[in-house]
């Protein structure tokens, strides 16, 4: 899959004609929604999560939304929750949905009816090197010893990581075509969100773990588990080697985003772009960015359906490429 390199774009979005369903900031000073629905088509602490928290805490630190209210419904990469967004939310202006690439995967791969192309593209915010883990007790010192233990037998290592055909899983196919083997003889074990997904690498449930380096951080850091390589063009973490410098030529990032519900009128989306644009510039912002080892993506506006057009038939090809679709 090529590099999904990162957009850098700030200046906020300015919107007029504002229908009377919209919040009024002239009329409430910084704030721009009194209250916004953030849905997570994923289980609570994985990725998606973790961005739509972070979101929260940012607008809520710097008065632009008054309160959020969360849903979380996981399941296959997002393609259970997602349906339920696009029916419940229809046409609603205070209405938000954590998505990125994941979902391109796992909706191709599950050939869902419903996909990214039924709700509305509000902002791509980050992108994110993933990691290859395996529990601190394990014999695997490190990312050769993974590849030799990968090649010798893929059905007896298996790896857990997020839904089927999303990022994760698209990358231990990579390494396995890399590897001379077939992404069909992979062990791939598929959680509904970053937490289920920890507990059954530490607890030795599956051997190995694939996913957002953020997600792992903690554990990391903590000794729990062992960073055996990160799949970005570039180190992410000067103590972590990439793919490429262990000699495998995979690079693959995992971007991240919200997106409105279906049926919006363009000034409700262009006041929900607004206050993306203002939460990205915000120094606190900058902050999360860096201390959760999230690469700034922003992107918005018609370069923004140009870059999910692409990401979609890129991503089809790999699968189809590697066998999962």
Request: aromatic share 6%; net charge positive; hydrophobic share 45%.
């Amino acid at each position: 899959m090529p590099q999904r390199r990162h957009l850098l774009a700030a200046a906020a979005c300015a919107a007029s004609g504002l229908g009377a369903a919209l919040p009024s900031a002239r009329a409430q000073g910084q704030q721009r929604f009194a209250s916004i629905y953030m849905f997570v088509p994923a289980a609570p602490g994985g990725g998606w999560d973790g961005l739509g928290r972070a979101i929260e805490q940012a607008a809520r630190g710097a008065g632009l939304v008054g309160n959020f209210q969360f849903e979380n419904v996981g399941g296959a990469g997002g393609s259970v929750g997602l349906p339920r967004f696009v029916a419940q939310r229809r046409g609603r202006p205070d209405s938000l949905m954590v998505a990125g690439s994941v979902m391109v995967g796992a909706t191709l791969t599950n050939k869902t009816p419903v996909g990214i192309k039924d709700v509305t593209p509000i902002a791509r915010l980050t992108e994110e090197a993933s990691a290859v883990v395996v529990p601190a007790a394990s014999d695997i010192r490190d990312i050769k010893g993974f590849f030799e233990a990968l090649k010798a037998n893929p059905g007896a290592m298996s790896v857990g990581g997020g839904s089927a055909g999303g990022t994760d899983h698209i990358a231990l196919g990579l390494m396995l075509k890399a590897l001379g083997r077939s992404a069909r003889e992979g062990s791939y074990v598929a959680f509904a969100g970053g937490g289920p997904a920890n507990a059954a690498i530490m607890g030795g449930q599956v051997k190995a773990g694939i996913s957002g380096l953020s997600e792992f951080a903690e554990q990391i850091k903590a000794g729990r588990m062992r960073a055996l390589a990160t799949t970005g063009a570039e180190r992410t973490d000067p103590n972590i080697p990439t793919l490429k410098e262990s000699g495998m030529d995979v690079a693959l990032t995992n971007w991240r985003g919200v997106f409105g519900p279906p049926g919006l009128r363009p000034d409700a989306r262009e006041a929900l772009v607004r206050l993306m644009a203002e939460v990205h510039a915000l120094p606190a912002w900058k902050e999360t960015l860096r201390t959760r080892d999230w690469t700034d993506a922003f992107l918005t506006g018609p370069e923004l359906d140009a870059f999910l057009e692409r990401d979609r038939a890129q991503t089809e090809t790999v699968l189809k490429e590697i066998g999962l679709a």
